[in-house]
């Protein structure tokens, strides 16, 4: 798939957010690259030859403070060539990018990746 279609998706999936999300996400950019760099992979912990489909990197809204100000904002990225390898149909591509985004920014509101985990029914080896 090529990256504006791609993109496209990731637009959609977060333009069908139920409004009360999207009325409270606050100071997050959502970009597209391929693959996670070997040092988001590290601070993420994984293990070697797995690869993230999507990754946030910020400050929660549950942890921010009277302090959080002047910061720059969290980030969400969204693995396209990961969720390639994962999904192969145009139609499996789509629900598997709407699941990440949904996951990603559900850590933005501050929801554990083992809760998340839970929700999703995904055991911890995932």
Known sequence: MDRERFEQLVVKAIENLPEEFLALMDNVDVVVEDYATVEQLESEETEDGTFLLGL?????QTCRGSYYGMVVPDKITIFQKA?????????????????????????????SEETLRKIEGLDEDY
């Open 56 to 60: 946030y990197e910020g400050i929660p």
């Open 83 to 111: 969720i390639e390898s994962v999904a192969v149909t145009d139609d499996e591509i789509e629900q598997q990018i709407q699941k990440t985004v949904r996951h990603e920014i559900a850590h933005h509101f501050g929801s």
